[in-house]
């Protein structure tokens, strides 16, 4: 890792800094974009990593993967499974669904972070059966064998796959039933569940009624026993940003009830399932859906329990280019990054933050570090308004108490030099560190720096390499 110290007051070229503009008073040329850093604050921003796939939580690395997932990066919640397998068919219980690795693992999130908050949501179905000893049972059960991704075990209904037809319908109290039961088997394991998510992508399971919903969330709280606090209701966590206005909040149990609905609902989340990587990133949609959230009621906690796409196989370059996904979802209004997935197999698919097997790992990724920058500084401060004039550079700010993150992504394969102007009225106190990854020089970690502050200023101008990422870190006094 390289660090390096540059003085504001004079014109440098290590990095390819170049001086900046309000400080030096140098004839220095215009800088290529103004990213301009508004006053106001929005929408609060909470992170997570998701733990819901644990294939490879492997015993002798959980102390590790725990101290990754919620010591060293300082998220808010971690997203835990709850798992079909538990009672699979009704009124028969397997404990080892969850003694065996997910409530150690929860036990070990707890020893390296007390205060993390577990957001629990369905596992799909498909994984409570094996594909090969369960052959005979699935066939017998569900048409064609196709289980789908159903987040509920088959007795509790609603799956449109099933051969029994009473089972078809949704089953209500089995359901909250199922629900109450996974929060009670929690708590007396002594673990608290914050956030409850009600579905997993498939939505068959409300049968397009939301006062199916409504009476799940009713429901729940009278089945729980003494002690056991009512978690916060996500939902429909939607397998795409379209899919959540179309079967969500424009479906004709909806439409005419939003404002009714979602004061029911503590936080209104969706997918991103589609997007395999910026190039298939579908902003459009995302940003509707936030529109019509935020038409409804602007303070709406609004999350997104799995983002996809922010995928780089293995590679740094694609890690630090896909960030985009991430900043997108901010700057769209969404207060909640669950990101998919927190860890996976060595050999698998590019999804992961950190990669492990039982002979190597774990091994962080750019995206596990770009991550950390974000959440060490920011997590449970705010999202900041701001704009520039060149849309291949994409900025994303934020703040918490008086420390402020700016963030400056150059999507072109040129270098920018980039002014970063803040409010009149804001200034920033001491230097200003400098976190940069170069997808050219297959940056994991970044190389640091810093900007050493002269005077009483609040601009600067840097040059970002051709498809680089970098984030300013700094104190600021926001001023009133």
């Known amino acids: 890792m390289g660090s ?8 440098a ?31 609060p921003v909470h992170f997570g990593v998701d733990a819901e796939r ?8 959980r102390e590790k993967l725990a101290e990754l997932a919620v010591g060293k990066l300082k998220v808010d919640f971690a997203r835990v499974p709850i798992n079909c397998a538990y009672e699979r068919e009704e009124g028969a219980t397997n404990m080892s669904a969850y003694a065996d690795v997910i409530i150690p693992m929860m036990k070990t999130f707890r020893k390296y972070n007390p205060g993390i908050r ?30 789908g991704m159903a987040a509920y075990p088959a007795w509790v209904g609603g799956h449109k796959r099933i051969l029994k037809r009473e089972h078809r319908r949704t089953r209500k109290d089995e359901w ?9 088997l929690m708590a007396k394991n002594g673990l608290d569940i914050a956030y409850l998510d009600l579905m997993n992508e498939d939505q068959t399971m409300w049968e397009g009624d939301i006062d199916n919903i ?23 966590s939607t397998w795409s940003p379209g899919d959540g206005l179309r079967r969500f909040l424009d479906s004709p149990s909806v ?5 009714e609905v979602l004061r029911r609902i503590d936080v209104v989340s969706t997918h991103n399932t589609p997007d395999s990587g910026r190039d298939k990133f579908n902003v459009a949609d995302l940003d509707a859906f936030a529109r019509a959230v935020r038409a409804v009621d602007s303070g709406k906690e609004m999350w997104n329990t799995e983002m996809h796409g922010w995928v780089g196989t293995r590679s740094p370059a694609d890690d630090i280019l896909n960030s985009v996904i991430l900043w997108r979802h901010l700057a769209a209004g969404f207060s909640g990054i669950d990101t998919w997935l927190f860890f996976g197999p060595w050999k698998g698919a590019g999804h992961p933050m950190v990669y492990s097997n039982r002979r190597h790992g774990p091994e962080t990724t750019a995206k596990y570090e770009i991550f950390k920058s974000v959440v060490n500084d920011t997590c449970g401060g705010r999202y900041v308004a701001s704009a520039t004039t060149d849309e291949r550079i994409v900025p994303a700010v934020l703040v918490k108490g008086g420390r402020m ?13 980039v002014e970063v102007k803040l409010p009149p009225k804001m200034r920033v106190r001491g230097g200003v560190e400098t976190r940069l990854w170069e997808a050219a020089k297959g940056d994991v970690t970044p190389r640091s720096g810093r900007l050493e502050q002269c005077g009483d200023a609040q601009n600067w101008t840097f040059v970002v390499p051709a498809q680089a990422l970098v984030h300013f870190v700094f104190d600021v006094d926001i001023g009133k």
């Open 176 to 184: 909250a039933r199922y629900l109450a039961d996974y929060l009670n």
């Open 118 to 147: 577990f957001f629990a949501s369905p596992r799909p179905l498909k994984e409570a059966y094996d594909k090969e000893k369960d052959r005979e049972l699935v066939a017998a059960l569900f048409k064609k064998g196709n289980i």
């Open 214 to 236: 409504l009476y799940v969330i009713d429901r729940i709280p009278k089945r729980l026993e003494g002690g056991v606090a009512t978690p916060k209701i996500v939902f429909p």
């Open 54 to 61: 644990l294939w490879f939580f492997w015993p002798e690395q």
């Open 255 to 259: 439409a005419a009830r939003r404002h």
């Open 13 to 43: 070229s290590t990095f390819a800094f170049a001086a900046p503009l309000a400080l030096a008073g140098a004839n220095v040329e215009k800088a290529d974009v103004t990213v301009t850093v508004a006053e106001k604050m929005l929408q």
């Open 4 to 11: 390096y110290v540059v003085r504001w007051c004079v014109i």
């Open 405 to 417: 993150l700016v963030s400056l992504l150059n999507t072109d394969g040129k270098a920018k030099s």
